[in-house]
């Protein structure tokens, strides 16, 4: 079932944070998030597995709640090459499911 | 090259065409996935191979749609008979090693977009 991302599309200035949200009503594995700008390739960000971790790179960081079922995505202070579409794919406990990937945040950085 | 390399960029076919779309995974991935994208939504997972092999073509959504991977490269994903409704962006994405689909990142090419008239 695919996994429900909020808010749907957010406008920052540069420097702000922002904060997405990715919800499944079955239980994860796995939480997979990627950014995709207008006509290119969704490019990997990271991933969380199963266990209530928590990640991060440079100013991008990511949680995984196992039992609320849910991820979320940190932004901070904002940079212009942010902007794009973020999607989050999960993988179901069940296990070598496929990723199902909700229908993306729309990130707007503007200066 | 480095990346995910998928040809032609752009495609279109008159309805009731048969068209084929290539995707070159980077060298060595063991795994490549095939999406289909419509405007405005995330990727829908078609088929999956490890290397040669077709381990999952549950998301494939009619027998229209055929994948290949015949020497565990190159893999080409051939739709029959094409309709309007199959216009959409297909994204190819390879992986190094099979964990399981979760456990790896997959690296996306920049995809086809097919527009049937």
């Known amino acids: 079932q695919q996994p429900v991302q909020s808010p749907q599309a957010v406008i920052l200035r540069e420097g702000e944070d922002a904060v997405i949200n990715c919800s499944s009503s079955k239980a994860l594995y796995s939480v997979h998030w990627y950014r995709q700008k207008h006509g290119e390739a969704p490019v990997f960000l990271m991933i969380?597995?199963?266990?209530?971790e928590q990640k991060g790179h440079d100013k991008i960081s990511a949680s995984f709640n196992e039992k609320k079922q849910q991820s979320s995505l940190y932004l901070t202070a904002s940079q212009l090459s942010y902007s794009g579409t973020y999607f989050c794919?999960?993988?179901?406990?069940?296990?070598?499911?496929?990723?199902?990937f909700g229908k993306g945040t729309r990130l707007s950085v503007i200066a | 090259g480095a990346g995910v390399s998928q040809s032609p960029r752009y495609k279109v076919a008159k309805r009731g065409q048969d068209v084929a779309l290539r995707c070159d995974p980077i060298?060595?991935?063991?795994?490549l996935f095939w999406y289909q994208q419509a405007l405005g939504q995330g990727p829908e997972f078609l088929t999956y191979f490890q290397n040669e092999a077709q381990l999952d073509k549950s998301g494939l959504p009619s027998d229209r749609f055929f994948a290949e991977r015949p020497e565990g490269s190159v893999s080409t994903l051939k739709i029959q008979r094409t309709q309007q409704e199959d216009s959409a962006v297909y994204l190819c994405?390879?992986?190094?090693?099979?964990w399981g689909y979760g456990n790896q990142p997959q690296h996306f090419g920049d995809g086809t977009r097919l527009s049937i008239l």
């Open positions: 794919g999960t993988e179901s406990d069940s296990g070598n499911t496929p990723l199902v």
């Open positions: 994405a390879s992986s190094l090693v099979f």
């Open positions: 060298s060595g991935h063991v795994s």
């Open positions: 969380l597995l199963k266990g209530g």
